[in-house]
């Protein structure tokens, strides 16, 4: 039964939790995490003949129609059918529904009795106890009564409490299913079959199966199974588990296609890049499958006081009745007690948090956001703080040159020059001058005998003439000296924190290149629309204070720290930990640890983040702008269990009050309680209406504020030009 | 009495509508190999079940309308001397409205409201019932007809209306327990040889169960609106 905790339910694929029970269903092992979803589950499934599913609704079937007799001639008992003339009738009717009610019992009873018995045998008392020991008291006080010919029968009122918990349980869990029909490509995505393409045969193959060269037909309307490129096929995808945007892209023969998008009109060919489970898809599918089994801080605490709650209602149940029996004829004492136990059923409580959450990692994962843990997305709905990493993150961690200081030369030809050696170069800020060279149209120039200085920069010949790149060390190695007016405005340029390449010729350097980090156009936008959602935002970073501060400004953070080791990072948060929760975003690369530090980490973008476990919840590369989507769908599910919980706590002390009091038959208690059940399915469905991120609100701002932003160092690059 | 051998006769005109649905489902549950007499047995429990849960909804249709009768302590006195309670003409005018509007669904007015009352029918649950149809034994045919009770059906809700305008459960019982009975006879046929009703007679039928049910409707809107002593005052 341990096992049991690991799993999902078959049919609601919400965790199981401690109620779990096994069955054996036309030949496969289903697990299901209460009797309603056993019910919905054979229901939905059964095809064919002589299936359990069959087996159950004749149960059902039968059991209705002895209730319904039971319940029909109760009820013209009660209204004075059998009496006067017709009262020698009425042991005869008692007899009847005895006969009746004894195999009802056994028929609408069994799965609960079943379930107090072996949750008793660990040690546990759940809310199928209250139903067997009220119903069963019911029924043997009336089967008692019958035989002593006592004028009052309750058999009514047994059988259609075990009917409407039957009936209330599959409308629940029918309720449940519609949360995994989203979920249900997500767990899918490993065992979900693909068709192979092999010669002139065509082979159906589960996406494991797959490795890199793989040729997989995929046909409109399925889920691409497969990273890796068109080989034969027009038709447009739908790439939202990726970008976290649902937009129709155009995909033609050359063009690369990502696992788990849509394919949405066209019939493909693809040759797969990698194996089948390696690609990013397969990997948030299984985290989606990890954080489904696991309990929230909430929800725990739900468990914890059910745990309590049910030996309490059933105490206060005999109490009730025991008090009630000096005022009330025994019977009527009997059935305020069963009142009380039937509406005190914690089954709303044990509901609230886990659909909830589950609808919301499902709803974050098809936008492409890994959210490993429930309780990450409670702690980010609480949260106030949200520290940013700089580089990589609200960065693009590519440089580009922002200035050209050349006082003398052109800053063209200092281009072309550096672009002619730059262009042998691995290094990332070389490819910055390259990509700087060619946007103004520059042809590099020609340069013979380049060499690369580990750690220095490069050298070669130019027409004639020794050409360097490089830092200032090489140029000291090399001897050559700046020239006193750009060595004014290095040093004048000095303190912005840039970084820089001297470029020199002729034995003299003539030029300085800065170069910086792009902010990400949507980073602006995004700081502003979590500032907006009341929460505040930090730079914790380790570069120089310049450069952070600039960055900062660009985006829109007011609080920075920079200059930090992971160490002081880490004593940085902890110290804003004080006030409150903190989520800390890096790019998950070189920031794990900090990550992990943190109350929330969240990694943008990286793959390999997504099978190491520092961050708890993970955004699609590019995916910066989905955060102040995750922080609303985390405060949604927050709010949806939080108003779970209250209506179920709440209703639960006004109904046990009620029926304490006398005030409540059991059979109105049974049918209030299950309605109160499928409010809090209904409450946490109303999560699937979350409007869609979008980006367009955020990419519309950003690139003018970012181009005022950045515009200062531009107009240096200009004015050097000249 | 003829109160309800007026339902009888209006249950029997209806069954001609349900052929076209639940006639599916009794063809369906098909003959015993065992010989014409479990054939009969089978038929017989599965119209048992939907015979108790018709029944079973007309009493608490009953109940229903008997709380709301005696909430209302207004009554009102007729010409007559008969005292007719508010809450009864309420209960009357309501369930006259409901039947009027199922008649005209039968003569393919109000297509909107078909759809609500059809709608669940290809659900999963109705798919899963059809399982139902083929297993052996005689718990199968009992249940099957027990759900087939509750799948939504005009005629049923039109009768269950007229049920709780009753405003007592004994009437609503026998309400229905008429109508039940009436489409007796209609859907045993289907087991055998109804399958052979040419389709135009089907459709008089249909056209015929929805006069009935409008006349039916009219006469109890009118008991509800019209002075009492005017109509006929049914029993209960």
């Not at chain 1, 129709?248 to 990698?274: C, H, T, Y």
Request: net charge neutral; hydrophobic share 50%; proline share 4%.
């Amino acid at each position: 039964m341990s096992a049991g905790t690991e799993a999902l339910c078959s049919h609601c694929l919400l965790p199981v939790g401690l109620r779990s029970t096994r069955q054996m269903l036309n030949g496969e092992s289903c697990t299901f995490c209460c009797y309603g979803c056993s019910i919905a589950y054979q229901v939905k499934q059964g095809r064919g003949e002589e299936s359990e599913a069959a087996w159950l609704l004749i149960r059902l079937g039968v059991g209705g129609f002895l209730s319904m007799n039971i319940m029909l001639f109760s009820m013209l008992d009660y209204t004075g059918t059998f009496v006067g003339a017709d009262a020698k009738v009425q042991p005869v009717i008692h007899m009847l529904l005895w006969i009746f009610a004894t195999p009802a019992m056994l028929i609408l009873g069994g799965p609960f009795i079943r379930e107090t018995f072996l949750e008793a045998f660990q040690g546990r008392l759940t809310s199928s106890a209250l139903i067997v020991v009220g119903t069963g008291a019911a029924y043997a006080y009336s089967a008692l009564a019958v035989f002593e010919n006592s004028s009052h029968v309750y058999f009514d009122t047994a059988s259609m409490v075990l009917m409407l918990f039957t009936v209330g349980r599959y409308l629940e869990a029918a309720g449940r299913a519609k949360a995994a029909r989203d979920l249900a490509p997500l767990l899918a995505a490993e065992s979900e079959m693909a068709t192979v393409v092999e010669g002139k045969t065509e082979w159906r193959r589960a996406v494991r199966e797959i490795v890199s060269g793989t040729l997989v037909r995929v046909r409109p309307g399925e889920r691409i199974p497969v990273d890796g490129t068109i080989v034969e096929g027009c038709s447009h995808a739908d790439e939202a588990v990726m970008t976290g945007e649902s937009h129709a892209i155009e995909k033609s023969p050359g063009s690369a296609v990502i696992a788990g998008s849509i394919n949405l009109d066209g019939p493909l060919l693809i040759r797969s890049s990698g194996a089948g489970n390696a690609t990013r898809w397969a990997q948030i599918c299984r985290s989606v499958r990890e954080a489904l089994v696991r309990r929230s801080p909430s929800q725990r605490l739900a468990d914890r006081i059910v745990g309590v709650f049910v030996p309490a209602v059933l105490l206060l149940g005999l109490a009730t009745a025991a008090v009630w029996s000096h005022y009330l004829p025994f019977d009527k004492a009997l059935l305020t007690g069963l009142a009380v136990l039937v509406v005190a059923c914690p089954c709303a409580v044990g509901l609230a948090a886990p659909m909830a959450s589950s609808l919301g990692i499902g709803l974050l994962a098809r936008h492409g956001c890994v959210v490993r843990d429930p309780a990450a997305l409670e702690a980010l709905a609480r949260t106030r703080l949200i520290a940013f990493d700089k580089t990589g993150t609200l960065t693009s961690g590519q440089a580009r040159i922002v200035a050209i200081i050349s006082p003398t030369a052109d800053a063209n030809e200092v281009l072309a020059r550096a672009a002619g050696l730059e262009r042998y170069s691995e290094h990332g800020l070389g490819r910055a001058v390259m990509q700087e060279a060619a946007a103004r149209g520059l042809a590099p120039a020609a340069t013979q005998d380049v060499r690369a200085v580990p750690g220095r920069g490069i050298i070669g010949n130019a027409d004639g003439e020794a050409i360097a790149a490089g830092n200032g060390e090489l140029m000291r190695e090399l001897g050559w000296k700046l020239e006193p007016e750009l060595a004014e405005r290095v040093k004048a340029h000095e303190a912005s924190g840039h970084s820089r390449i001297y470029v020199g010729w002729g034995g003299v350097v003539r030029a300085v290149l800065a170069l910086d980090d792009t902010p990400l156009p949507e980073a602006f936008a995004t700081i502003d629309a979590l500032r907006r959602r009341g929460l505040r935002a930090m730079l914790l970073t380790g570069d120089l204070p310049m450069a952070a501060r600039r960055i900062a400004s660009v985006v829109g953070i007011g609080e920075i720290e920079a200059g930090l080791s992971p160490e002081q990072k880490r004593t940085a948060l902890d110290l804003r930990r004080r006030e409150g929760l903190v989520a800390m975003v890096g790019d998950g690369l070189n920031d794990g640890p900090v990550l992990a530090a943190a109350d929330v980490g969240i990694a943008v973008g990286s793959a390999t983040d997504l099978a190491r476990e520092t961050a708890a919840v993970v955004l699609p590369p590019g995916g910066l702008w989905l955060l102040p989507y995750a922080v609303d769908v985390a405060r949604a599910v927050r709010k949806t269990i939080l108003g779970n919980l209250a209506w179920a706590f709440g209703y639960n002390f006004i109904a046990v009050g009620l029926a304490t009091a006398g005030l409540l038959q059991p059979v109105l208690a049974a049918a209030v309680m299950a309605g109160s059940s499928l409010l809090v399915v209904l409450n946490s469905l109303r999560l699937e209406r979350l409007p869609d991120p979008s980006a367009e609100g955020l990419r519309e701002i950003a690139p003018a504020d970012l181009e005022t932003a950045i515009g200062d160092y531009g107009n240096v690059a200009v004015t050097a030009a000249r | 009495m003829t109160y309800y051998v007026v339902f009888f006769l209006a249950g029997f005109a209806g069954s001609f509508h349900c052929i076209g649905m639940c006639g599916g489902f009794a063809c369906a549950l098909g003959s015993d190999p065992r010989g014409t007499a479990a054939t009969g047995v089978r038929h017989l429990l599965y119209n048992t079940g939907r015979l108790t849960s018709y029944v079973f909804l007309g009493g608490l249709a009953g109940a229903i309308g008997q709380v709301i009768c005696t909430s209302q302590g207004l009554t009102v006195s007729g010409s007559g001397g008969d005292v007719l309670d508010l809450g009864q003409r309420l209960l009357a005018i309501v369930a006259g409205l409901l039947m009027i509007a199922m008649a005209l669904q039968f003569f393919g007015r109000l297509p909107v409201l078909h759809r609500v009352t059809i709608g669940f029918s290809g659900s999963g649950f109705a798919a899963a019932l059809r399982s139902l149809l083929t297993v052996r034994g005689r718990a199968a045919p009992l249940a099957f007809g027990v759900f087939n009770g509750f799948l939504p059906c005009p005629l049923v809700y039109a009768f269950v209306a007229q049920a709780a305008g009753t405003g007592a459960v004994p009437s609503g019982v026998l309400v229905m327990a008429s109508f039940g009975l009436g489409t007796f006879p209609a859907m045993l046929m289907m087991g055998g040889v109804g399958r052979a009703l040419a389709p135009a007679w089907r459709q008089r039928g249909v056209w015929f169960a929805g006069a009935g049910i409008l006349l039916l409707g009219l006469v109890t809107l009118g008991r509800g609106v019209l002075p009492a002593g005017m109509m006929m005052v049914h029993p209960a």
